[in-house]
């Protein structure tokens, strides 16, 4: 029998290269296979660090204590004597509404109570000269020298006279309401400071008109930047676990690396209704005086429900619960004679991790899960558990 064609004709150097191409091809393949049927597990070292339960809200900053500072009167502003960012002392003189209108009236009432105060000097001596007509027209009647219509008549005059003074008494005394009144509203075009602090915000100029008829206009808002309250928006699935006195603490956006340490002061306990979710406010007060908090600062606000220092941490996901009391678990660590499973007590749980209070040490090699490994996960790779410090914070408002 024949073969159509010819085997070509590489020669021993050609059939050598396709013999090498074929035994590489092979190795490859069974390193493949060999590496599909061996077992892998996704490990972690166990290290020591720190673990905080925490549930996280946003806040603001605002001052504790601060005043918006009015006028009782209307008016044309007149003097502004501060800017914003001025420190200020209680009692000194802010700003000045034009005190025409109410200098006017002080004059007329003073005016008017003059008038009244001379109409009573006069009803007064009318009255002195009725009380003695009338004695005399009584002696006269004792003597028969006089009649008994004329002793009326004098006692009637005597009345009249009494009761047209004690009518100018209460005049003089409206007037004297009325100026009392019309002097203080001329006092009210002076504005001083009703307390020490720095004026945070001035939303008024000179010049402009003011009118607290209407609405009790304000001209700036003087502010104790010495001592701050963060507003922390808290869930109402969370506010049952924050009580006051807790401990708390917080960043800003501009120094996240800086935390500022506090306790909750007080938590409203009437809540705000934000896209159809109930929001409580958290009050936490915190130490001003080095100026480094600012008015409407955004804070991500941290409040600590447990923490456990210096214990092994690691995945919850590595360990499965045991159900009894919800402390104890098991986990599966990777020794030099194998896998040895083993029950660990759990000291305080994450969202995300575990701080292990005993059953587990630092070095050890723990399984995490069954797979294949990855990169940075397999044979003893280092654990991404900070030593010290939070855990990652999770959304706003929700538990860790």
């Not at 009494?162 to 209460?170: I, K, N, Y």
């Not at 019309?182 to 001035?202: H, R």
């Amino acid at each position: 029998m024949k073969f159509p064609g010819k085997w070509p004709a590489w020669g021993w150097r050609g059939w050598g290269v396709v013999v090498m191409l074929l035994a590489a091809a092979g190795w490859w393949g069974w390193r493949q296979w060999s590496a599909a049927a061996q077992p892998g597990y996704v490990t972690q070292t166990v290290a020591v660090g720190t673990l905080e339960k925490v549930v996280t809200a946003l806040g603001s900053v605002q001052p504790k204590d601060y005043v918006d500072v009015g006028t009782q009167v209307s008016g044309q502003l007149r003097e502004l004597h501060v800017q914003i960012g001025d420190t200020v002392q209680k009692g000194q003189l802010l700003a000045e509404v034009d005190p025409t209108v109410y200098a006017t009236r002080v004059a007329a009432d003073k005016a008017s109570l003059r008038d009244l105060q001379a109409q009573r000097a006069r009803q007064a001596s009318v009255l002195q000269l009725a009380e003695v007509q009338k004695k005399r027209t009584r002696e006269l009647l004792a003597l028969s020298a006089a009649s008994q219509d004329a002793v009326d008549m004098a006692d009637a005059a005597a009345a009249q006279a009494r009761a047209t003074l004690e009518s100018l008494d209460a005049q003089i005394d409206k007037a004297q309401s009325t100026l009392a009144g019309d002097e203080a509203n001329l006092g009210y075009t002076k504005i001083y400071a009703p307390m020490d602090g720095v004026v945070v915000s001035q939303p008024v100029f000179k010049g402009q008109t003011v009118n607290s008829a209407q609405q009790a206009p304000t001209l700036m808002r003087v502010a104790n930047l010495d001592v701050m309250t963060v507003n922390a928006q808290v869930a109402e699935a969370d506010v049952p676990q924050l009580k006051p006195g807790m401990p708390v603490y917080f960043t800003t956006l501009g120094h996240a690396e800086r935390r500022y340490q506090s306790r909750i002061r007080q938590i409203l306990p009437t809540p705000e209704k934000v896209n159809d979710v109930v929001l409580f406010t958290v009050l936490i007060d915190i130490d001003n005086r080095a100026r480094e908090l600012m008015t409407s600062m955004t804070t991500q606000t941290f409040f600590v429900l447990g923490r456990a220092e210096n214990l092994p941490i690691v995945p919850l996901s590595a360990l499965r619960p045991l159900g009894e009391g919800g402390k104890l678990y098991g986990a599966r660590v990777l020794t030099e004679n194998g896998i040895e499973r083993r029950k660990v007590k759990v000291a305080l749980s994450s969202r995300t991790e575990a701080a292990i209070a005993s059953g587990l040490a630092a070095g050890e090699t723990l399984i995490v899960s069954d797979g294949r490994p990855r990169a940075g996960k397999a044979g003893g790779g280092k654990s991404n558990n900070p030593s010290a410090g939070a855990r990652p914070p999770g959304p706003p408002g929700g538990p860790m």
